[in-house]
């Protein structure tokens, strides 16, 4: 069974080495990489993918306007057309790890698999990010809010609207899968990947269309506060 991932990057360069080792156990990790990147998200892709023996296979994205959800979802649904149809395929951004491994997808009979979201954040009692350690065992508080069909198998008839919600082929039965979603895993980086890598390249299509009102409305200091009121959330695994 072969396994591969689709993800975007933009100025990534803090969260790749999580991901690529996360990750490290697929066949192949598809990255769509914007051009307009402008931190070490490149070096990062290639020495870890060198350290871990990855097969990384880049396309370039172009974001003219800044960050904007249609031209994303767009090369996400080119990219997985392209994958073979005797694999299962992983649709997740950056911050995104799923809870899964090759004996447990193997189990799976399904086209299109629902992922619960476990939002996690950094607990009082929790010490700093380590890229070496295990994701599960780093960040387990906070809470299950929502699911994505982001579990598929390739050679689909298939395609996914804007933020993977959404699924032209919609999923039969619930697996009961989870992923660690780090969007906000830690105010080391994630104040200044929101901000300044999010809500400063909110594209005037994004806007029109109401995108991401959730962070295109976010500040830092609003961003901080959320961290801290989660600081002593329960675990959720």
């Known amino acids: 069974m072969r396994v591969e991932t689709i993800t975007c990057v933009y100025n990534e360069e803090f969260l790749l080495p999580f ?27 290639v020495s ?6 990855l097969d990384v296979k880049l396309t370039l994205m172009d974001m003219p306007e800044g960050m904007d959800n249609i031209i994303k979802i767009n090369n996400i649904n080119w990219v997985y057309k392209q994958l073979p149809a005797d694999s299962f395929v992983l649709l997740v951004d950056a911050d995104e790890f799923v809870l899964v491994d090759r004996e447990k997808l193997e189990q799976i009979k399904d086209l299109v698999t629902w992922v619960y979201f476990g939002h996690v954040y950094r607990h009082v009692d929790e010490e700093d990010l380590d890229p070496t350690k295990p994701i599960k065992e780093q960040r387990r508080h906070g809470f299950i809010s929502g699911r ?26 619930d697996t009961g899968l989870f992923l ?39 500040t830092r200091e609003s961003l901080l506060a959320e961290c801290r009121q989660h600081e002593n959330d329960a675990a959720i695994w």
């Open 180 to 218: 660690a979603h780090w969007c906000m895993a830690d105010p080391c980086f994630c104040i200044d990947r929101r901000y300044s890598d999010r809500i400063l390249r909110y594209s005037d299509n994004n806007k029109k269309h109401g995108f991401s009102t959730h962070i295109s409305s976010a």
């Open 19 to 45: 991901y690529l080792q996360h990750y490290s156990w697929v066949d192949r990790i598809n990255i769509i990489f914007d051009i307009d990147t402008s931190d070490a998200s490149l070096r990062r892709i």
């Open 48 to 53: 870890h993918s060198k350290s871990l023996g």
């Open 148 to 173: 994505k069909p982001i579990v598929v198998r390739g050679g689909l008839n298939a395609s996914w609207g804007v933020g993977c919600h959404e699924c032209s082929i919609k999923p039969d039965n």
